[in-house]
C-alpha cells in the first residue's frame, strides 16, 4: 500500500479516512488501544482526535499524560511524513517533552501545522549540506471546549535513507 497517497485522500474520504486509520493502527499497533484518530490531513495540518473512554484516563479520571504526549508525536510525525514521504526520508524522534496546564476531562486533539515552506527551509536546504537536520515541533492539544490541555514538543531527526548506517 502506498501511504502517501492514501494519506493525500484522507480529507475527501470518510472510506479512506476509516481504512487509513486502520492501516495507522497495524503499523503502529501501539495506538490501536487508546483509539487515536486521524480525523484530518491537509498540505498544512494533521488533527488527531483523543477519546475520552476508561482505558486513557489516568487515576484522576483525566486523559493520561502519556497519552497526550503521545497524540503529539503522532500528529507532528505524520505531517512530517506527509511533506517529505516515507520512500526517501527516514524520520526518528529525537525527543519528546510536554508542558501540561489543564486537565483533559473530556474528549480531545492534537492539531500541528507546518507549511512545506517551512520544512524546505528547516530541513531539506540544510540537507543539502548535513548528514541529518533535527529540528523541534510545538504540538498544542485542546479539549472539545478549547481549554488548552497541553503543548507537546519533539525533536524529530530526518536523514536520507541513503546516509542510514542501520537499515530494516
Given at each position: 500500500m502506498n501511504i502517501d497517497k492514501w494519506?493525500?485522500?484522507?480529507?475527501?474520504?470518510?472510506f479512506h479516512r476509516w481504512v487509513v486509520n486502520r492501516v495507522l493502527w497495524r503499523t503502529i499497533?501501539?495506538?490501536?488501544?487508546h483509539g487515536l484518530w486521524l480525523s484530518s490531513?491537509?498540505?498544512?495540518?494533521?488533527?488527531?482526535?483523543?477519546?475520552?473512554?476508561?482505558?486513557?484516563?489516568?487515576?484522576?479520571?483525566?486523559?493520561h499524560a502519556c497519552l497526550l504526549a503521545t497524540a503529539g508525536e503522532y500528529a507532528s510525525g505524520l505531517l512530517i511524513l506527509?511533506?517529505?514521504?516515507?520512500?526517501?526520508?527516514?524520520?526518528?524522534?529525537?525527543?519528546i517533552s510536554a508542558d501540561y496546564v489543564y486537565q483533559g476531562k473530556k474528549a480531545a486533539y492534537a492539531r500541528f501545522e507546518l507549511t512545506k515552506e517551512q520544512?524546505?527551509?528547516?530541513?531539506?536546504?540544510?540537507?543539502?549540506?548535513?548528514?541529518?537536520?533535527?529540528?523541534?515541533?510545538?504540538?498544542?492539544?485542546?479539549?472539545?471546549?478549547?481549554?488548552?490541555?497541553?503543548?507537546?514538543?519533539?525533536?524529530?531527526q530526518v536523514k536520507p535513507w541513503s546516509k542510514v548506517k542501520t537499515k530494516t
Open positions: 494519506l493525500s485522500k484522507v480529507d475527501g474520504s470518510p499497533p501501539f495506538n490501536k488501544p490531513i491537509g498540505d498544512e495540518h494533521v488533527q488527531i482526535d483523543i477519546p475520552y473512554k476508561r482505558s486513557n484516563k489516568n487515576h484522576l479520571n483525566g486523559l506527509r511533506h517529505l514521504g516515507v520512500k526517501e526520508y527516514r524520520i526518528i524522534m529525537k525527543t520544512l524546505t527551509t528547516l530541513v531539506v536546504k540544510p540537507l543539502e549540506g548535513q548528514e541529518s537536520v533535527t529540528f523541534p515541533c510545538d504540538i498544542p492539544i485542546y479539549d472539545t471546549d478549547q481549554n488548552l490541555l497541553c503543548t507537546v514538543t519533539t525533536q524529530w
